[in-house]
T-cell receptor, first 117, second 111 residues
Framework: EAGVAQSPRYKIIEKRQSVAFWCNPI?????LYWYQQILGQGPKLLIQ????????DSQLPKDRFSAERLKGVDSTLKIQPAKLEDSAVYLC???????????????FGPGTRLLVL | GQQVMQIPQYQHVQEGEDFTTYCNSS?????IQWYKQRPGGHPVFLIQ?????EVKKQKRLTFQFGEAKKNSSLHITATQTTDVGTYFC???????????FGSGTKLNVKP
């Protein structure tokens, strides 16, 4: 089966600009996650969707980050305006859905590497 | 902040030596998952432990979940160069839809 797709793979922007990332999860997966992985650190969960509803967005900097999954399939993550400290890899993952507390295997996409200058 | 801590941060071993990484949580976890991330790659699921005291093996890899479900370990016997990468544990507390990755242990294996 096809894996999690993400685009673009790389993005370079200047601070204060806007950027958007796209993710298409594995077909049929109800749960979608966006993670931020800063170099040398573990992935940090930004937001978790169950179908088109938000399950957890407690670590999402809502003043500049937004995410949506309108039809419960693919999702976009936006940063507006970007700051230098947003330079990171943004990982999208999906799981089949239905179980709380991270009980399911998450399948990760290749990530989008963002550099903010 | 991070709820799951991992040590060591880095480990350099000679090929054939053993390797262990430890994961600790301040709260009881509902389960623990282990992922491997190759350099430049994305995390890939290795295993999930759910039961207190559970031990699982995958070839040269042995995973343990502590009796109190607050710690876990991954042990690799006789490392190979293909084991190079960063190993992450991840877990969440009971009754909360929260899931935290540890900071990872970066393993380098010298041939």
């Amino acid at each position: 089966e096809a894996g999690v797709a993400q685009s673009p793979r790389y993005k370079i922007i200047e601070k204060r600009q806007s950027v958007a990332f796209w993710c298409n999860p594995i077909s049929g997966h109800a749960t979608l996650y966006w993670y931020q992985q800063i170099l040398g650190q573990g992935p940090k969960l930004l937001i978790q969707f169950q179908n088109n509803g938000v399950v957890d967005d407690s670590q999402l900097p809502k003043d500049r980050f937004s995410a949506e999954r309108l039809k419960g399939v693919d999702s976009t993550l936006k940063i507006q305006p970007a700051k230098l400290e947003d330079s990171a890899v943004y990982l999208c993952a999906s799981s089949s859905g239905g179980l709380a507390g991270g009980l399911e295997t998450q399948y990760f996409g290749p990530g989008t590497r963002l550099l903010v200058l | 902040g991070q709820q799951v801590m991992q040590i060591p941060q880095y480990q350099h071993v000679q090929e054939g030596e053993d390797f262990t990484t430890y994961c600790n949580s301040s709260t009881t976890l509902s389960n623990i998952q282990w992922y491997k991330q190759r350099p430049g790659g994305h995390p890939v699921f290795l295993i999930q432990l759910v039961k207190s005291g559970e031990v699982k093996k995958q070839k040269r890899l042995t995973f343990q979940f502590g009796e109190a479900k607050k710690n876990s370990s991954l042990h690799i016997t006789a490392t190979q160069t293909t084991d190079v990468g960063t190993y992450f544990c991840a877990g969440g507390p009971y009754n909360f839809n929260k899931f935290y990755f540890g900071s990872g242990t970066k393993l380098n294996v010298k041939p």
